[in-house]
């Protein structure tokens, strides 16, 4: 799936759930980055308040449910860098992709 797939599907995501008030970016590492706030996700590498360092197989899983953000986390698959409670607060975007 490319990044402006994401964006489109997470922004859809962040309008069901009533956005996010703080600003978060999924780095892909080398495939790039998804940065959102409010209602509009975007292809990105802008700085944000949160930063999610996840490899795109394993964030294509969680935004599936194929994965639980927990066990992510727990495991090193998913590492968050900055305001931890903008990573926490995303479990009703994720619920809506």
Same mark, same amino acid.
């Given at each position: 799936m490319e990044n402006s797939e994401i964006a489109a599907k997470m922004s859809e995501a962040l309008s069901k759930s009533g956005g996010i008030d703080k600003s978060v970016k999924f780095d892909f590492g080398g495939e790039g980055a998804v940065w959102a706030q409010g209602t509009e996700a975007k292809v990105s590498?802008?700085?944000a308040d949160c930063t999610i360092n996840v490899d795109k197989a394993d964030f *294509?899983? *969680?935004a599936n449910g194929e994965m639980d953000p927990m066990m992510a986390f727990m495991s090193g698959k998913l590492?968050?860098?900055g305001d931890m409670s903008v990573a926490m607060g995303l479990q009703s975007v994720f619920s809506n992709m």
């Open positions: 590498d802008d700085e *294509l899983a *969680l590492k968050v860098a």
